[in-house]
Nanobody
Framework: VQLVESGGGLVQPGGSLRLSCAAS????????MGWARQVPGKGLEWVSG???????YYADSVKGRFTISRDNAKNTVYLQMNSLKPEDTAVYYC????????WGQGTLVTVSS
């Protein structure tokens, strides 16, 4: 069972990034998947989730800026992040949602000028 995130990096405020998470070892299409983030010294915060039927969840802090999607044929979940703010800086984790049964190693997103 494995989740591997990619797509993090350094971006200026107002910029965009697209995170990807490749899943293996479990029936991906049967699980709700999500993205959570953690700032060093702070707790884990769910950012977004997507259920098997395609319905979605977004934290208030990212509504209208982030879009989650999934491709069950590729066992991949994505997070399109637009209009990024410095407060979006965090390590972003892909995980089963919302139970956190499986999670990846994380990818760092830094929003800074």
């Amino acid at each position: 069972v494995q989740l591997v995130e990619s797509g993090g990096g350094l971006v200026q405020p107002g910029g965009s990034l697209r995170l990807s998470c490749a899943a293996s070892g479990f029936t991906f299409s049967s699980y709700a998947m999500g993205w959570a983030r953690q700032v060093p010294g702070k707790g884990l915060e769910w950012v977004s989730g997507i259920y098997s039927d395609g319905s979605t969840y977004y934290a208030d802090s990212v509504k209208g800026r982030f879009t989650i999607s999934r491709d069950n044929a590729k066992n991949t979940v994505y997070l399109q992040m637009n209009s990024l703010k410095p407060e979006d800086t965090a390590v972003y984790y892909c995980a089963t949602f919302p139970q956190l049964e499986v999670w990846g190693q994380g990818t760092l997103v830094t929003v800074s000028s």
